[in-house]
């Protein structure tokens, strides 16, 4: 089955799909399992106003074929308003109201086919409000909410972090880092900070206002992030024959057990490769967090 990839600029719902796919038992004994450093939280994909896919991190840290945090998707029994609901909710880590997030692009009539992913938050009353509009779900993607890893100072601000990855072709047939750039956000609001919205409390990179860009301290989180997206691009190009990433921009997040999140992406550029590809090199060994002093806030 031939995967729908196209350049994106706003966000990236195929990418959680390339990352659900995995190599056939005859591709096993050629490009080996699927293993990624990262999680991807409870994601349903929006399409017409109605849910299409839900797709989680398996609870199975490694299965049955050696893949590690292997994306799964639920099955369609399961795309209804209260599966959903319960879900999230269940799934939800956070000590404010807040379950849910929903993720869109906002374009302009000048540049329809560009825009700038734009989200809202939802306490359990919002999110069943929402699931019963349907006005309000246009194509888009609902994602459960959880806390990121406290501060150093024992509190908790929201925190995410935004990777820009290019990369250089190698021949024709493989890519290689040529540039990386990590940005890291933080609200100026408490998590549960009375009096505020949670658009201000929650938003980073999507609206500037109410938070702030902070240094990333710790060289483990730089590195994790980097192995992250090299094995996107090593999926991708196992998974899309034809055709390689040139470029993309992800958002993440790190959670209080310092596990590695991919939120969504909003921006990947595709080339076209030679027909014969080869599968990219992680450049880097087994994952390694540390000790929770040495994941920097």
Known sequence: ???????????????????????????????????????????????????????????????????????????????????????????????SETVAVWYYTHSSPQNPSAGEVRCRYLDQHALERFLLNDHEKEDGTLQVYFDPKASPDGLVRNCTFQSTWEGTTLGSNSTSTRVFLLEKRQSDFLSTAQGVDSASRFATFENHRHNRMVPVASEIVHRIITQACEEIVAHFAKMCPGKLIRRMTLHWKIDSNDVLWLLYGSL?????????????RRPFGPLSFGTPEQLIH
């Open 268 to 280: 990947v550029k595709v080339e076209a490769k030679a027909p014969r590809s080869r599968a990219l």
């Open 1 to 95: 089955m031939e995967l729908e990839v196209q350049d994106t600029d706003g966000l990236v719902d195929w990418l959680y799909q390339v990352l659900w796919h995995k190599p056939d038992r005859q591709q096993l004994l050629s490009v080996g399992p699927c293993r990624f450093c990262f999680r991807v939280p409870d994601t349903v994909i929006f399409k017409r106003q109605r849910p299409f896919w839900w797709y989680f991190t398996s609870s199975r840290a490694t299965d049955e074929d050696g893949s590690v945090n292997v994306v799964k998707r639920k099955r369609s029994s399961n795309l209804n308003d209260r599966s959903i609901l319960q879900g999230l909710v269940q799934k939800s880590k956070s000590i």
